[in-house]
Structures are given as C-alpha cells and as structure tokens.
C-alpha cells in the first residue's frame, strides 16, 4: 500500500482461493490491510465455488461456524465474472490486490494480470500453492528475469514470494498411513510431484508396506 502497487495472487480455483479470502477477511477485521483496499477475485470457477461454499455450512470447520459474518467477504472485495469485468481491473486506482487462476501461471486470467504487471518493480506476484516444473510459475518463483505471455517479452521486476502454508497436500507419512489401510493393493502409481521425492516414497512404500 505504500508503494500504491499490486498484489497479485495466482490461486486455485477450488479450495485455496475460499481460503485466501478467509485470511484477507481477518486481515482486515485486524486492520492489517485497509478496509477501503479493493480485492479483485477475477476467476469464474473460484466465484461459483464460494457460492457453493456458502450454501453447505454445515460442513465448515469450528472456527468458520463462529462467525456471525460472511467468512469469504468484507469491505472492498469485488466479484469480477465477466471478462469485461476482468479488463477493468487494470483502470481501478491502486493499490489493488488480484486474484485470479491458474495457480501455476499456466493459463487462466492470471496471465492478463502478469503480462500488465510483472515488470513493474512496485508489483508483488504472492504464490500459495506449489509450482510444478517448467510452468511459466516455476519458472518465475525460480528468479527468471525474461519470460514471454502471448507473444508479449516482458522483464520481470515484481517482487516474488511464496507462502507454504496454504499446501493441502498430505506429506509422506499421512500417504503411507493412508496407502497402508487399503488391503490388497498389488501396484500403486505415483503421479504427483518430482522425481527424488516420488523415487523416496516409492522405496518407503515397498520397504513398509
């Protein structure tokens, strides 16, 4: 706020976005971020979802069933679903914070934002989920300095950063816990995440389980 920059937020729709507005909602309940600061959640999918949030109430968690308050909105939050909407982020004054898909840079509204933004210094590009290799995030979050959105060449000069604590994914003994109540299995596939990490899990698996 006191460069009077941005704050872009590259988010997964379902999930994480719910809980990033959760944050914001008490960051500005502390006056940790000014009330009058506009949020632009620009993503058509994590809109729709937080609907859906808001009508199954019976399954939030104690702390969100505490609140006599709407936990997903607050002063200046602004819903933009149309893409007109969305090209008119760029005129409100700043400061401003986005948020918008794909989480990983890899398609999605973010890239509008990223390709209007990233080169300017007072930009801060805020990462809260995990960036698999050769995205366009990964790629970013590792210090690239020259990058290409839709044929644009731009400089990156915002200020990275990644939170770790948003990740929902279950580390390796929550997965053998988990693997080790299935009776029965013969082979298992590991898909997800990066090669020494899935090369360790898979020797747990077979020497464990």
Known sequence: EKTG?????????????????????HLKKEK???EDTPV??????????TLIFKEFKTFYNEELRSHT???????????????????EIIKAMNPKVIIAGSGMLSGGRILHHAA???????TRVLFVGYQSEETLGRRVLSGEKKIVIDKQHITVRAHISQIQSFS????????????GHIKGV??????????????????KIKSDL
């Open 5 to 25: 920059g941005i704050l872009l937020i590259p988010a997964f729709s379902i999930e994480r976005t719910q809980e990033i507005l959760h944050r914001i909602h």
């Open 69 to 87: 308050d709407d936990p997903f909105s607050f002063e200046g939050l602004v819903i933009s679903e149309s893409a007109r909407d969305s090209k």
């Open 186 to 203: 013969q082979k298992v596939f590991l898909i997800h995440g990066e090669d020494p990490q899935r090369t360790t899990l898979a020797a």
């Open 32 to 34: 940790k971020i000014k």
């Open 40 to 49: 632009f959640l620009d993503s058509p999918m994590a809109i729709r979802t």
């Open 116 to 122: 209007h933004y990233l080169s300017r210094d007072t």
């Open 168 to 179: 929902s994914h279950a580390d390796q003994p929550k997965l053998l816990n988990w693997l």
